[in-house]
């Protein structure tokens, strides 16, 4: 399935007193790698919410493996777990610029009508960008 990698340095305002990464900076790391994961397909989340299409987050879970430090380099990867149908799913891996594998995460998100606030399958063109 489609994936994609961006890259992130770790800001001081990100860190702890000891320099460690706050744990729920983890949350906004997976949402870069979706964001990116998204543009590679030619969609922004503005586009789509402006088609009337919104994706709120329904799940997320990490498992935390080695602490991030301020300065780190880390790569979001950002892989499609399956044929997104009314939900879309998502792996992830961390790693640092050593190739040490920081965390791994999952999330779900779920398609939503702006106007109705039901939920909607995907997006045709959404599903177009991923060869379905």
Known sequence: MKKSSTKTRIRYSETDQMGVVYHGNYA????????EWMRSLGVTYKSMEDSGTML????LSCKFI??????DELTITTMLKKKPMV????????????GELICTGNSVLAFMNSKTMKPTRCPSYLLEGLGF
Do not use: H, W
Not at 29 to 35: A, K, L, N, Q, S
């Open 28 to 35: 906004q790391f997976f949402e870069m790698g979706r964001t």
């Open 56 to 59: 709120p987050v329904i799940s």
């Open 66 to 71: 080695k602490s991030a430090l301020y300065d």
């Open 87 to 98: 939900k879309i799913e998502f792996d992830y891996e961390i790693i640092n610029q050593k």
